[in-house]
Every structure is written in C-alpha cells, then in structure tokens.
C-alpha cells in the first residue's frame, strides 16, 4: 500500500476521533495564545518542511486529511502540535517520565509515564502498520498524528519526552513526530536513529529515547532535539536510564527552560533514579510499582490534574507505556501507574 493510501484507509476510519482531535488542539493553541490564522499558517509550513523532508510522511498526511474530510493543514496542524506551542513559548503541560534498564544478557526493560492536557485523553489511539514489505511498526500516538511512542520489527523502539529550550523558534521547522515517525520506520540502531535525527530541520525540543537490540545485546540513548542540535543523554554504567523533561546534555542543557517554570521534572529525574532497582527489574509490575509517586509524594511521576490549574497546565498521565524490542511489541495501559493491574495491560 502506497503512504497515500495508508492515509486514506487511515482518516476515513477515524475521521470523528481526528476531528475531534483537532478541537481539543485548537482550545488548546487557542488558551495559550495562537490565532487560527496563525495556527494554518504554522501547519503549512510544517508540512513543506515535511514534504522537503520525507515527503512519503507528507503524502500519508494528505491521504488522512483526504479519507476525514478535513483540509490538510488541519492535519497538519496536529502533527505540528509541538512546534506550535514552542512558538508561542507556552509554558504547557507537564510530559512524560522514561526509564530503561540495559541488562549484560537479555532484552533492554523500559516503561514511561506519557503526560498530556487532560482535555485530550481520548486521543491516544495504538495502531500497527507496514511501512515496506517485512517492516512492522506498533505504536502509540494520537488521533491524526504519524507517531510518536513505537517499536519496529528490526529490535529498535522510541520513547518520547516533551523539552523546551531556548533555541526554539517560530519559523517552523520539521515537527518532532514526525523524526518519531520516520526512525520508527527507517532506523534498526541507535546509530541510525541518530543520524535521521540529525538530518531533520527543528524549531522545537524533545528527547526520544532510542532502544534497540541486536538479538544478542540491547543499548539506549537520549536523543536530544532543539534547533541548536541534537544532543546525547547516556545511561550509568550500570546500563540504567532515566529521562523527564529537561535537557541532560551539557551542551545544550544551558538554554534549559521548561525547567525553569516546572521545577518538578528535576524532582521526577530524582525520584526515578533512586528507585533504579525496581525501575531496572524484569518483571513489569514490578517497574509499574517504582513509578508510583504522586504531587503530594513530592514528584508526579504519576501525574493528576488539578482542578485549580489553568486549563492549559492541567496535566493528566494519559498512559503508561513498556517496549519489548526484542520481540518487537508495546505494553499499553490507559491511564496513570495508579491505575495499572496485570489485566488493564493492552499488548500491541
């Protein structure tokens, strides 16, 4: 199936869940200070740098525009949702927690908590499809969006944690989920990965955590986006890993700045690695039960929000999210730590 025709299949069996994606996007772009007008305007240049890009990325966005029944910059739009909040410099949500334990023998362990405005808990969507014949990519993303949190047949998955930084602009650039996207469907190593990172264009921050296994051995890293560049985050020489939402690079962990308005992702980073053996442990309950902490526990790892929060800084865990590389499949649980049993688990 062509990239086109994938979109196509794709917004016409979700064409309400799209749209309806779409408005909570535009409430939100709205609360924080982006016109409509500006929000068109940012989405179509989001989509030249696509089309420049990876232009397949940018013919399935307007096959799914074409199969909903909405203008392509609509889609364009939310694909853009992260470059559109960078450049009107909104301070956001609160996003995401990652930990990864690499073990000497065995497949890498990972789980992370994804955090978003709970107006838009009903975006999540998980969706397996095949970019090129043998390549099988499962992942979790929203409603509309090419990608975000993955694992491919080839042994390598993607993590994804929101940044800020100072370099981020307002001359669009190519959007961050979409370099999700396109490792998910290209990379088999972090190497790759990396290099597909680096190749991209960017106006706003984030860090994708890479995992991969080889069949034998796994290894991890932080890619760390912005338009001042791509920087690495590397695990403690024990093979653990911990990601929140601030720069860890000391290149660029200068410009900083969602840390500096939300202090708590220091806390988060804190909390995580104290808890590295649960966190590192094989058995997923286990790590489950190591993400467990809350505001009042001093670190929302675990996030609620609270209904004395300004609508666009009311934060919510959406999901929490296990990749298994080695046999190339997702744990999904909708919803927080708190509320994870063995049976709420979907495997994708």
């Known amino acids: ?59 399935e966005i307007a096959g799914i525009a074409t199969g909903a029944g909405m203008p392509v910059w609509q889609v364009g739009a939310v694909n853009a949702r992260t470059e559109i909040l960078a450049a009107v410099r909104a301070r956001g949500p609160n996003e995401c927690s990652t930990a990864v334990s690499v073990p000497l023998r065995g497949t890498p362990r990972t789980i992370q908590t994804w955090d978003w405005n709970d107006s838009l808990r009903d975006t999540p969507m998980a969706w397996i499809y095949e970019p090129r014949h043998g ?28 940044l800020r930084h100072a370099s981020d602009h307002d001359r669009i650039g190519v959007p961050v989920h979409a370099v999700a996207r396109h490792i998910l469907d290209e990379a088999s190593t972090v190497d790759q ?33 912005s338009p001042a560049g791509v920087g690495m985050a590397e695990p403690d020489d024990d093979g653990f890993y911990v990601h929140t939402n601030h720069f860890l690079d000391a290149s ?9 308005v939300r202090p708590n992702t220091y806390d988060r980073l804190k909390r995580m690695r104290a808890r590295g053996a649960g966190l590192s442990s094989a058995d ?11 505001a009042e526990d001093g670190a929302p790892v675990c996030c609620h929000a609270s209904a004395d929060d300004p609508f666009e800084l009311r934060s919510e865990t959406l999901a929490t999210v296990s990749i298994d590389v080695a046999d190339g499949r997702l ?16 495997r994708v």
Not at 252 to 260: A, D, F, N, Q
Not at 284 to 294: C, D, G, K, N, P
Request: with cysteine; hydrophobic share 45%.
């Open 1 to 59: 199936m062509t990239a086109g025709g994938r979109g196509r299949e794709y917004g016409a069996a979700w064409s309400e869940e799209i749209q309806a994606g779409l408005a909570g996007y535009l409430r939100l772009f709205g609360a924080v200070g982006a016109s409509v007008d500006e929000v068109r305007s940012w989405a179509e240049r989001a989509l030249e740098e696509i089309q420049a890009w990876a232009p397949e990325l940018a013919e």
């Open 135 to 162: 390549h099988v990519v499962r992942g979790l993303t929203e409603f509309g969006i090419l990608g975000k949190i993955g694992v491919n047949s080839a042994g390598l998955g993607v993590h994804f944690n929101i």
């Open 193 to 225: 990965a990396t290099e597909i990172a680096r190749s991209a264009r960017l106006s706003a921050s984030t860090v994708l955590t890479v995992v991969a296994h080889d069949g034998e051995r796994g290894s991890v890293a932080g890619l760390e986006l």
């Open 252 to 260: 660029l962990s200068g410009g900083e700045r969602l840390g500096t």
């Open 284 to 294: 997923l309950m286990t790590r489950v039960e190591a993400m467990l902490s809350h």
């Open 331 to 346: 744990m999904v649980h909708r919803g927080g730590p708190c509320q994870v049993a063995r049976e709420t688990w979907q």
